[in-house]
């Protein structure tokens, strides 16, 4: 079975290939924009982001390959799902 443990947005990370340990920078804590401009017909607003999402899972057995999905949501301060 595949875990979802933890989930982080950064501006960037970086691996060390000595220890295989990961660094996390700039973590974002809430992204704030001031206006959306409006999407003409059933186009899509895109608001550019240069972020990275990392995540820790964990499987079991851990000998064996596992396989899973994910999706992301990103909601509004209202809870609307964009």
């Given at each position: 079975?595949i875990?979802h443990?933890w989930?982080?947005?950064c501006?960037?990370?970086?691996?060390?290939s000595?220890?295989?340990n990961?660094s996390?920078f700039?973590?974002l804590?809430?992204?704030?924009v001031s206006q959306?401009?409006?999407?003409?017909?059933?186009a899509?607003?895109v608001?550019?982001?240069?972020?990275?999402?990392?995540?820790l899972?964990?499987r079991?057995p851990?000998?064996?390959?596992?396989?899973?999905?994910c999706?992301?949501?990103?909601?509004?301060p209202?809870?609307?799902?964009?």
């Amino acid at each position: 079975m595949i875990r979802h443990v933890w989930s982080v947005l950064c501006t960037k990370s970086s691996i060390d290939s000595d220890t295989n340990n990961i660094s996390l920078f700039e973590i974002l804590e809430q992204i704030q924009v001031s206006q959306f401009p409006e999407p003409a017909g059933d186009a899509i607003t895109v608001v550019p982001m240069p972020v990275e999402l990392v995540s820790l899972w964990t499987r079991e057995p851990v000998g064996e390959p596992q396989q899973g999905e994910c999706r992301l949501t990103m909601y509004s301060p209202r809870g609307k799902s964009l």
